[in-house]
């Protein structure tokens, strides 16, 4: 039983982690490379992944999407989508899809003269599910090293901490005062009333033994 309610909450955990680290921004330095539109197939369960900003995307098996190419400094490749989130989730708010493609295209730069940017998306790169990151904004920084702080991860991460310890120590302080007290006394009744189912199993034990032919 210990090991399941281990295996429980470490799954939970896991889910909690994996749904946080897709949803909140991260930062990745790159030079830009090149920047394309592409028709994009929806899979029925790839679709989580992809951007839904109207009923009209619902509806639809493919359409079109802003793709964004780059290269990180130690020279692996990472490709971006470009998809507006509108009011859904996560809420970035995003409707400038046009504009960033623009501001991606102007900072396309070469090997022998690059431009570094940051970067900001959400989101994961799976080339086996062709699932792609979303890019958020870009911002010129001077190099390779120049990688903006996470602000608004790192107070979240640390925000969430300190609610889910106020949480845990609130449902430490109601248990015992409230729980702790009540499940005693159930205790206490039950065995009291064993106590009592005991003796008079008892008596009706020695009630029957002065029926039993004496020797």
Known sequence: MVYVKWLFWIMLLALLGAFLHYSLPQYDVVRIVNTYEKRQDLDDWTRIFWADPD????RLVNR?????QAVRPDGRTIVYRNEDTGWGWPPYFKFDTANLYTEASDLVSTKADPKWVAIMHFGWRNIFLSIFPNAISITPVEGPEDKPFNWFTSVFLVGMALFAGYVYLRWRRFRRNRLDPVLEGVEEGLNAASGAISARRSRLQAWLDTWKTKK
């Open 55 to 58: 009923e009209q995307s619902r």
């Open 64 to 68: 079109d999407v802003q793709f964004i």
